[in-house]
């Protein structure tokens, strides 16, 4: 019986996997020891050393900071964002009560607030409400009381009078955890950032 001889096998070594040095501004290429190994030298590995401890020691100041911030502190940032959010969204639209699209023949610059329908104040449940709020020129929102009557009149005009009239009859009370601020925050943000990518 005559047999086969075995067919022979090749194998192409695979070259070595390299890896960029993080020290940030080195180019150089290295082949790690293992997955720790992050640098390509003991100069590199002092300066990531010394980054690492940096930026430990500003995580550790955040937390302490977060740890340090109160409720009333967590509704503010929330208001922020959530006001930042609304000027950009209505950045395109005139004043909600007024119908100008400047206030320079009041005062110098144009200066824009988030205004809400039922203010703050008076419908604290309702501060987070995109209905409710709706960019407005400072001197209508501070100087001239919120303009509530012409706030209505626009704010028919844009949403339509069921969604003006179920802000009207919304009276349900609402008081959020310090967590639900941070998260009303973060969506908010989120939310401008993603408006202004639109924009770009």
Known sequence: MIRSAPIARTSTLKPART??????GCPTRFQPRNMMHKVCGAE????????????????????????????SDHLKAAQVAFNAFIRERDKDQPCICCGRTSEKQYLTGTNWDCGHYRSTGSAPHLRFNEDNAHRQLTVCNRHGAGRAVDYR???????????????????????WTADELIAI?????????ELKREAA
């Not at 890896?19 to 940030?24: H, I, P």
């Open 19 to 24: 890896r960029k040095c993080a020290v940030k």
């Open 153 to 175: 009149i626009g704010l028919i005009a844009r949403i339509g009078l069921a969604r003006v009239e179920a802000l009207e009859a919304n009276n349900g009370p609402a008081k």
């Open 185 to 193: 925050r973060d969506t908010y943000r989120a939310k401008l950032r």
């Open 44 to 71: 590199c590995a002092a300066v990531h050393a010394a980054e690492e401890r940096k930026r430990l020691d500003a995580k550790q100041t955040r937390e302490r900071k977060a740890a340090l911030k109160t409720r």
